[in-house]
């Protein structure tokens, strides 16, 4: 169980989208974390692949080598 206070703006607009939508307060916020931590896994999975100091190819060859050049 996790309690969570929202700023009073915050709250009415999930009051506002639950009213228009007929989907629970949980579910929204259910939704939200679970795609801000999908997200932030993402980044951070990112930064780690930059911090290995791997050589790198610039896009535009990349582009080139795949002949998706226009």
Known sequence: MLAVRLDP???KQLDHLVRETG???SYYVKLALSEF???KGDYLEAMAVLERSEPRTPIAQL????GLDD
């Open 63 to 66: 582009r080139k080598e795949l």
């Open 23 to 25: 989907r629970s307060k």
């Open 9 to 11: 703006e915050m709250e």
């Open 37 to 39: 931590l999908t997200d």
